[in-house]
């Protein structure tokens, strides 16, 4: 079994329509793990992720400031909704991919994460006001929400309100304390269950949620005519003796049933469970793992080709590069990039909720950590303020590599391209680098906090200097590294 991606580097020497308007929403779009507090080697909530998106695309790493807003403001949706907006917004880290209603990522200063990933509903005949809410949900979350129960508490009021303008989507949303899944249907219909301590939650891009307890409201929480809704539309038939199953009723056929959620869900399944599941048995949606989650794990599985499975395709690389399968592999051709959000509560968010990012496919990057506690970074790392990119967050350019030539986003994206130009040798050649360089993170990680901590108890900025510093030097260092590897041993035999 697969326990660490970057050692198979060395042992394997891998729509809907709305007012008139079409939003695409493809089916493959993402991937998630999250492990609560008490499945985790240091005790922390965990989420990884990968962000896939096809087509060209760039990722702008913004911090947004708290902000002040007039009374009687409002947030406007891209289909002209107006949602009220509260007099102060947080701080918040955004992982803006512009242009796109579905892809963004936030971490905000209480350590709260929001992703999503793509899971299509049946419905057909959705209720949606003021032409629904789509991109603004997760934001709104990310300005507002203190924990991650009240972000989902958050995002059900407006969906409520407004309806969801996509055929559906599930968000994990995670704190340094729990973290819950929101599956949400076009329309208004949702249904949102915390993760429980000791467990993994896995998800594709199919709903997972399966038989839950509707009337336990400490852990569920769900539209009110969930199950009415579904008995009228003829999903959902109570004289059959079967319990209320939300992923049956609610999820569409093509997706429950296509072979990549499939393949995505059976290739995570079993190395983390402590059980083995064949590919034809109903995956629960929660396991207990054979062993406690660490963030390398976590990244292992991020970047995971089905290495050493009948499922990998390039017999250990040697068949070409593992993204020929733009959709197959849990780290795919359209990755955009992975994180694994470390979420701890013995300490201030500031350095105690972390993203460890890598950049564009996780199976050849190293980990960057992002502390929660930046509050800002180089030009290169975005193309436009964050005003400008809230403003004008869907005017986006035709042409993003000659808006953005010295964006450093395309430093990650060669290595990616280098990568697959001959994968099994690269695979050699970056993999011991990120191997040792995730390592030597690992093992500095508590005394680099420690100190910053100390910093911080008489000089806040100094120790936020510090928490910038550090996501600046060790992507600069990372891509030293991997700069000096493709320009002094060349891909080629």
């Known amino acids: ?236 038939k109570p004289e059959t003796g079967k319990s209320f199953n939300f992923r049956e009723a609610y999820g569409s056929e093509s997706s429950l049933t296509h072979p990549v959620n499939i393949k995505r869900m059976w290739g995570a399944i079993n190395l983390i469970s402590s059980r083995y599941f064949e590919m034809d048995e109903t995956f629960p949606w929660i396991v207990a793992p054979q062993r406690k989650v660490t963030v390398e794990w976590f990244a292992n599985i991020l970047g995971s080709h089905y290495e050493g499975t009948p499922l990998d395709l390039t017999d250990g690389y040697t068949k070409g590069h593992p993204h020929a399968d733009s959709a197959d592999a849990i780290c795919a051709a359209h990755n955009q990039y992975g994180f694994v959000a470390q979420l701890r509560n013995w300490m201030p968010a500031e350095p105690g909720a972390l993203l460890w990012m890598m950049p564009r496919r996780p199976c050849v990057q190293a980990m960057i950590p992002i502390y929660c506690g930046v509050d800002s970074l180089p030009s290169n790392y975005t193309f436009r303020n964050f005003r400008d990119a809230i403003d004008h967050h869907f005017d986006k350019p035709e042409d993003l590599f000659s808006a953005t030539p010295d964006h450093i986003y ?22 011991p680098a990120a191997f040792k360089f995730n390592r030597n993170l690992l093992l500095n990680q508590e005394q680099f906090e420690l100190d910053v901590l100390k910093l911080g108890q008489t000089n806040k900025k100094a120790a936020t200097r510090a928490l910038n510093l550090m996501v600046i030097n060790k992507t600069d260092e990372w891509l030293q590294t991997i700069r000096k590897i493709l320009e002094t041993q060349p891909a080629q035999w």
């Open 1 to 236: 079994m697969i326990t660490n991606r970057l050692l198979v580097f060395l042992l394997l020497i891998s729509t809907l329509s709305v007012s008139g308007q079409t939003v695409v929403d493809e089916p493959f779009n993402c991937f998630t793990l999250v492990a609560g507090k008490g499945a985790t080697t240091d005790g922390s909530v965990m989420l990884a992720h990968n962000e896939d998106d096809y087509g060209q695309q760039i990722v702008n790493w913004l911090v947004v400031p708290r902000q002040e807003h007039p009374e009687g403001s409002v947030v406007k949706t891209q289909w002209g909704g107006q949602i009220k907006q509260v007099r102060g917004t947080l701080k918040y880290l955004w992982f803006e991919m512009p242009g796109m209603s579905f892809s963004d990522s936030y971490l905000n200063e209480h350590g709260v994460v929001v992703v999503s990933n793509a899971c299509h509903s049946r419905e057909d005949s959705a209720d949606l006001t003021q032409g629904g809410i789509g991109w603004e949900l997760r934001q709104v979350m990310a300005q507002r929400a203190t924990t991650a129960r009240e972000a989902v508490v958050i995002a059900a009021q407006l969906i409520e309100q407004f309806g969801y303008a996509s055929s559906g989507r599930t968000y994990t949303v995670a704190d340094p304390n729990e973290a819950w899944m929101l599956s949400v249907v076009k329309g208004k219909h949702y249904l949102a269950h915390r993760i429980p301590d000791g467990a993994v939650a896995i998800l594709p891009n199919y709903y997972t949620l399966g038989n839950v307890n509707l009337s336990d409201t400490l852990n569920c929480i769900a539209s009110p005519d969930l199950v009415s809704y579904a008995v009228k539309r003829g999903w959902y």
């Open 410 to 431: 395309w430093n990650f994206s060669r290595v990616a391209d280098s990568a697959d130009s001959n994968y099994l040798r690269r695979a050699r050649q970056i993999g």
